[in-house]
C-alpha cells in the first residue's frame, strides 16, 4: 500500500498566477507559508516558516485565480510531486511541489469581495416567482402553513 497525501493550512505568500498550457489546459501557480513555533533548551520561543509551493490545475487552477490573494488563508489538499528539468545554464533543477486536488478558502475576502485584482463579473440574479405556501387541511378548511409554527 502506498499513499501519497499531503495537507496544509497557511496563508499565500502572494497572488496566484495563471497559466495556459500549449495544449489549453489551465495551470495556477501560488506559494502558501506555514510556520511552527517552539520554546528551544534555553527557554526562547522560536518559529520557523515553511512555504510550499501549489499547482492546480483545470477548473480548480481557474477558481483558485479567481478568488485567492496574497494574506489569503487558506487549506490546501493534494499530492507531492518533484519536478526534474535542466536550466538555462545547463544545471539539473528540481522542485517539490503539492499538486493540489482540493483548497477550501479559510478566510473572508478583505471588503467581502474577490482580490481587486481579479475582478468578477456581476453576478447572475435569476427571478424566481413567489413560492407556492404548503397547505395543510384543518377540519373544515385550509389554513396557511407560517415558519413561525413549525417546532423545529
Known amino acids: 500500500m502506498n499513499l501519497n497525501r499531503a495537507m496544509v493550512i497557511g496563508n499565500l505568500t502572494r497572488d496566484p498566477e495563471l497559466r495556459t498550457t500549449a495544449t489549453g489546459q489551465n495551470v495556477c501557480n501560488f506559494s502558501v ?3 511552527s513555533q517552539w520554546t528551544d533548551a534555553s527557554g526562547q520561543r522560536q518559529e520557523r516558516a515553511e ?3 501549489i499547482v492546480a490545475w483545470g477548473k480548480l487552477a ?9 494574506g489569503r488563508k487558506v487549506y490546501v489538499e493534494g499530492r507531492l510531486q518533484t519536478r526534474e528539468w535542466e536550466g538555462q545554464d545547463g544545471s539539473k533543477r528540481n522542485r517539490t511541489e503539492i499538486v493540489a486536488e482540493n483548497m477550501i478558502m479559510l478566510d473572508r475576502a478583505p471588503g467581502g469581495s474577490p482580490p481587486a485584482s481579479r475582478p468578477m463579473g456581476e453576478p447572475t440574479v435569476t427571478p424566481v416567482a413567489d413560492p407556492v405556501q404548503p397547505k395543510v387541511e384543518h ?14
Open 62 to 70: 481557474e477558481i483558485c485565480n479567481q478568488y485567492l490573494g496574497k
Open 139 to 152: 377540519g373544515s378548511g385550509e389554513d396557511e402553513i407560517r415558519l413561525e409554527d413549525i417546532p423545529f
Open 51 to 53: 512555504y510550499h509551493n
Open 33 to 35: 507559508a506555514t510556520s
